[in-house]
């Protein structure tokens, strides 16, 4: 069955710490990834996916097809990243399913 | 102003009554889809569409209808079979359903309350 995992409900680091947010997929095909990002009273929004392989906000994230593994990183955490984080999987036919999210909250 | 709307913001609903909840969208956008999401569980997929007129279940339909008789309209039904329906609903709506075309536009949510 096409999944996607997010190990950590929650993340706390201080800010300038590195963060990494940990996605896995299991999904037979060739999966298209995304992250979104919902910040406190905002819409859900794309942060960023795999087949764009751009930095947005300081953030990357690489598709490991052998640990099947998309995970998010950024070097230096900034209070203003502190946000719900979710991994999604665009499955074959239009499905496009959602992790169950990790809150990151970057302290002063 | 381009975008996705949804309403009511909030609803309450007695136990046995059928709600309707609305997504409009004015992007043009081919593909809606309805998700439910709740603490802890994510976002999980209640119905999606890739074009007017046709429409297919997600992982958790039960309960739950939908239609898209309008290209930029596809309202929710929760109906009396939906064992659980308080949650937080969000619509989204893509360009089209096809892989690599662009990310998903989010409504804001609706929040509905079974009394």
């Known amino acids: 069955a096409q999944r996607v995992t997010q190990p950590e409900k929650l993340l706390s680091v201080f800010k300038g710490a590195p963060v990494e947010l940990k996605c896995n997929y299991s999904y037979s095909g060739s999966p298209e990834l995304f992250w979104y990002v919902q910040y406190s009273r905002q819409r859900l929004q794309l942060l960023l996916r795999?087949?764009s392989r751009e930095s947005i906000k300081g953030f990357t994230a690489d598709l490991n097809k052998g640990e099947t593994s998309f995970h998010l990183k950024k070097p230096f955490a900034q209070e203003e990243d502190s946000a719900m984080y979710y991994c999604a999987l665009s499955r074959r036919g239009g499905k496009l399913i959602f992790g169950q999210g990790t809150e990151l909250s970057v302290k002063p | 102003d381009g975008g996705i709307t949804q309403s009511p913001k909030y609803l309450f609903r007695k136990e046995g009554q059928n709600v309707t909840l609305s997504c409009e969208q004015n992007l043009n956008h081919d593909a809606m889809y309805w998700y439910r999401q709740d603490p802890g569980q994510g976002l999980r997929l209640i119905y999606y569409s890739q074009i007017v007129n046709d429409f297919q279940k997600g992982d958790i339909a039960e309960g739950y209808s939908v239609s898209r008789e309008k290209k930029e309209s596809f309202p929710l039904t929760v109906t009396s079979a939906q064992k659980n329906p308080t949650a937080f609903y969000l619509c989204?709506?893509?360009?089209?359903?096809?892989?690599?075309?662009?990310?998903?536009?989010f409504g804001e949510g609706s929040r509905l309350t079974v009394l």
């Open positions: 795999h087949i």
């Open positions: 989204a709506s893509r360009k089209t359903a096809s892989p690599n075309t662009g990310e998903l536009f």
